[in-house]
């Protein structure tokens, strides 16, 4: 029909109700401007922003700012992107040092194929910018593709990787790995700076960042 994942030969990722159906380490190509659907399309999900309504809180456990749910998010739901400023990795490097000096950074490797791009959403962004790590995450990163078909440079989505109650504290897994199925999910391999609180670190950083994620299957380090 000459929408995106049929044209490239992709399964389309997404259910009717626009929950995403493929697993994680797969990439997402939506429709974009080059398509004939319109903007109800059910391929068009990541690029219609966040659905649900969404806070900012203060932890009481020492992990600075966090995102809360004001909503109920069903499992597979997109929740948000991680949204920030595309610099080199150089550049990242360069940062990432000024943010181990100042206890904080918002750095978010885009590695699908190649490490040459880094997100920053020190200074510009969304609410994605304060939400914690857990070893325990109700949220999962996928690599999405829509205007732009650059491997180098994808979108980073978040989705629901279970049903999230109304309150819930979001979070997402800043060290994620995803098992190696096939050639195609090798490729997903997010690396993370701390963001929102005052642990410190970078992905380049060597020291051990202690966890205070509370889950029960904490790692105890974030790196």
């Known amino acids: 029909g000459g929408c995106c994942p049929g044209a490239s030969r992709h399964r389309f990722a997404y259910n009717e109700a626009g929950q995403v159906r493929i697993r994680a380490g797969l990439p997402i190509y939506e429709c974009n401007a080059r398509c004939r659907c319109g903007a109800e399309c059910p391929n068009r999900v990541v690029q219609r922003g966040i659905r649900y309504d969404l806070c900012i809180f203060r932890t009481a456990d020492g992990r600075g700012w966090g995102v809360r749910t004001l909503q109920r998010i069903r499992k597979n739901s997109f929740v948000m992107e991680y949204v920030g400023e595309i610099i080199t990795s150089e550049e990242a490097e360069r940062r990432g040092q000024v943010y181990d000096r100042q206890g904080a950074t918002y750095l978010?490797?885009?590695?699908?194929?190649?490490?040459?791009?880094?997100?920053?959403?020190?200074?510009?962004?969304?609410?994605?910018?304060?939400?914690?790590?857990?070893?325990?995450?109700?949220?999962?990163?996928?690599?999405?593709?829509?205007?732009?078909?650059?491997?180098?440079?994808?979108?980073?989505?978040?989705?629901?990787?279970?049903?999230?109650?109304?309150?819930?504290?979001?979070?997402?897994?800043?060290?994620?790995?995803?098992?190696?199925?096939?050639?195609?999910?090798?490729?997903m391999d997010s690396n993370f700076g701390l963001v929102g609180g005052s642990l410190g670190g970078s992905p380049r950083s060597r020291a051990r960042i202690e966890c205070k994620c509370g889950a029960a299957s904490c790692r105890k380090y974030l790196f």
């Open 108 to 187: 978010f490797d885009l590695d699908y194929v190649e490490d040459v791009y880094t997100v920053d959403a020190a200074h510009y962004g969304n609410i994605s910018h304060f939400v914690n790590h857990s070893c325990d995450p109700n949220m999962q990163v996928y690599n999405v593709f829509i205007e732009n078909l650059d491997q180098r440079l994808p979108r980073i989505a978040l989705f629901a990787t279970r049903a999230i109650r109304a309150g819930e504290e979001l979070t997402f897994d800043y060290n994620m790995h995803v098992d190696p199925v096939d050639a195609e999910s090798t490729r």
